[in-house]
């Protein structure tokens, strides 16, 4: 009785410790604005996004143009066809329209980025990416 107990405790233990790492994984997407771009097709829309320490965005585009700038962290950033670049604090990067791409944190901190597309009216801000 007293083994069963311990293996259950154990096994409460690995559960919740696994339920915290999973949430401190966690990548974090907001959309914080979308407006009409006047005399366009257009939206503008803001976000920001967190990637943990490890962790990576997944593969996806977007359809317009991805204006980016890295408010903490370092990542990684792995366009198809180009060469993969770091970017740090500070730093800003452009994705055309439809590329697909994804982010690795590759630091100890959370890295954050606030990014601006201006993309096709009413579509979603990003699209995800058919696995390879």
């Not at 967190?50 to 585009?61: N, V, Y």
């Not at 198809?80 to 670049?85: L, T």
């Not at 979603?124 to 390879?132: L, R």
Request: hydrophobic share 40%.
């Amino acid at each position: 009785m007293v083994k069963r107990t311990l293996h259950l405790c154990g096994a409460v233990i690995l559960a919740a410790v696994a339920i915290g790492v999973a949430q401190q994984s966690a990548l974090k997407f907001v959309e914080l604005q979308r407006h009409e771009i006047p005399g366009t097709a257009l939206d503008g829309v803001t976000t920001t996004i967190e990637i943990p320490p490890g962790a990576a965005s997944a593969r996806h585009s977007h359809p317009g143009e991805d204006f980016g700038y890295v408010i903490e962290g370092t990542i990684v950033l792995y366009v198809d066809g180009k060469p993969p670049q770091t970017l740090k604090a500070g730093d800003v990067f452009f994705i055309g329209r439809g590329h697909v791409h994804n982010a690795r944190n590759i630091g100890t901190t959370p890295a954050r980025a606030v990014d601006t597309y201006v993309i096709d009216r009413g579509k979603p801000g990003v699209i995800p990416a058919e696995a390879k």
